[in-house]
């Protein structure tokens, strides 16, 4: 049973415009969730996080935005650079921050 | 930033032969490392905590004896496949935590196992 999921394989935005990736979970006891970036050839590595206490977390280009009600959570990213295709894995924990529940992953290419 | 160094990359075995995957953390000490499995198109599953000096935790689902588990030291943790099947065929991942590093968990860069 997939608790995390990310219904968009792939998404394509032009260099520049922003790029919004959806994430959506099913287990009410997450309370810390995380987006991670990963290039070909390379494991993933963190980008940024949010609690459950917030809605909103910030990091230069890359806002995170939470809806504990809808069960929802995106990353925004603005504007996009060609460096930003990679694919941007969502994930959620309970309790146990190490121990983490992942989408299936968004690959995003962003066009010139 | 830390790194996690995972070997080998990619390796092609005959079935019923076991394979074994390291996972290193280079510059830090980590009591706990986790190993993850994804197939094509799906999530990052997570198969198993590996704690140092004592027994993996597995999760629901997850054969202990045929997916070994040794984390002998503070900076190593090797995940063995035993007797390999074709349906175990799939990218093997681990991470390492980092104490009092907050959310972060350093990832190696992954394992692709092809049982033939």
């Known amino acids: 049973d997939q608790q995390v999921k990310q219904n968009s394989p792939s998404l394509s935005v032009q260099e520049g415009r922003i790029s919004i990736l959806n994430c959506d979970y099913t287990n009410s006891m997450f309370d810390y969730f995380l987006w991670y970036k990963k290039y070909p050839a390379e494991g993933p590595t963190f980008l940024i996080s949010i609690s459950s206490i917030k809605d909103k977390n910030e990091d230069g280009r890359f806002t995170v935005f939470l809806n504990k009600s809808a069960k929802h959570l995106s990353l925004h990213i603005v504007p996009s650079q060609p460096g930003d295709s990679a694919v941007y894995f969502c994930a959620a924990s309970a309790n146990s921050w190490g121990k983490l529940q992942f989408g299936a992953g968004t690959q995003v290419v962003v066009t010139p | 930033g830390a790194v996690v160094s995972q070997h080998p990359s990619w390796v092609i075995c005959k079935s019923g032969t076991s394979v074994k995957i390291e996972c290193r953390s280079l510059d830090f000490q980590a009591t706990t490392m986790f190993w993850y499995r994804q197939f094509p198109k799906q999530s990052l599953m997570l198969m198993a905590t590996s704690n140092e000096g004592s027994k993996a935790t597995y999760e629901q689902g997850v054969e202990k004896d045929k997916f070994l588990i040794n984390h002998a030291s503070l900076t190593l943790s090797t995940l063995t496949v035993t007797s390999a099947h074709p349906e175990d065929s799939s990218f093997y991942i681990c991470?390492?935590?980092?104490?009092?590093?907050?959310?972060?968990?350093?990832f190696g860069s992954g394992t692709q196992l092809s049982v033939l």
């Open positions: 991470s390492a935590m980092i104490q009092g590093l907050g959310e972060k968990l350093f």
